[in-house]
T-cell receptor, first 114, second 113 residues
Framework: DADVTQTPRNRITKTGKRIMLECSQT?????MYWYRQDPGLGLRLIYY???????NKGEISDGYSVSRQAQAKFSLSLESAIPNQTALYFC?????????????FGPGTRLTVT | GNSVTQMEGPVTLSEEAFLTINCTYT??????LFWYVQYPGEGLQLLLK?????DKGSNKGFEATYRKETTSFHLEKGSVQVSDSAVYFC????????????FGQGTTLQVKP
């Protein structure tokens, strides 16, 4: 079984709709991250969380929100989706104390906003 | 701020050719440096890392040396295989211990038989 899972794997939605992407992990890691990947831009950090009560904005948090429901679950929401949020979204985890040295990534969610 | 720049792709090589993918960085302090690989349809996997100057990371025949004097972390492999076809990302983690990674834009490698 995968250590970091994301649901759904693919989603097509319309402009203005609310959508939630979910991430679960069985690695027991404290830190979780959400990135988006766009062609030619690499991965950019949206939000990150060090534990359930510690959530921080990344470099491109506008238009997104997150919820850390438990140590193992970290959800990303788009309150009102827009076409330029079409991208591949990745969740990642790392363990406290490692300085974030090794991040473990989920398989990604491909989101298309029409 | 911190940043990572990779050579633009795609890079197309024949099997058994020598591979170099250039990566340079800008950072304050003493970052850790990483190469991640993304195979088609999958998430990113850590390929190798180096945490201080002159360290050499290696894995699966790939190597990269942390060169502080040239702020570089170039990825090399002596003999590529078709199965190495993937997107390769250089990344750095700053010295603030937040765990955040700054990624380069990625380089696509295609290896032909």
């Amino acid at each position: 079984d995968a250590d970091v899972t994301q649901t759904p794997r693919n989603r097509i939605t319309k402009t203005g709709k609310r959508i939630m992407l979910e991430c679960s992990q069985t690695k027991g890691h404290d830190r979780m991250y959400w990135y988006r990947q766009d062609p030619g831009l690499g991965l950019r950090l949206i939000y990150y969380s060090f534990d359930v009560k510690d959530i921080n904005k990344g470099e491109i948090s506008d238009g997104y929100s997150v919820s850390r429901q438990a140590q193992a679950k970290f959800s990303l929401s788009l309150e009102s989706a827009i076409p330029n949020q079409t991208a591949l979204y990745f969740c990642a985890t790392s363990a406290e104390g490692t300085g974030g040295y090794e991040q473990y990534f989920g398989p990604g969610t491909r989101l298309t906003v029409t | 701020g911190n940043s990572v720049t990779q050579m633009e792709g795609p890079v197309t090589l024949s099997e058994e050719a020598f591979l170099t993918i250039n990566c340079t960085y800008t950072a304050t302090g003493y970052p850790s440096l990483f190469w991640y690989v993304q195979y088609p349809g999958e998430g990113l996997q850590l390929l190798l890392k180096a945490t201080k100057a002159d360290d050499k990371g290696s894995n699966k025949g790939f190597e990269a040396t942390y060169r502080k004097e040239t702020t570089s972390f170039h990825l090399e492999k002596g003999s590529v295989q078709v199965s190495d076809s993937a997107v390769y990302f250089c990344a750095l983690s700053g010295s603030s211990n937040t765990g955040k990674l700054i990624f380069g834009q990625g380089t696509t490698l295609q290896v032909k038989p």
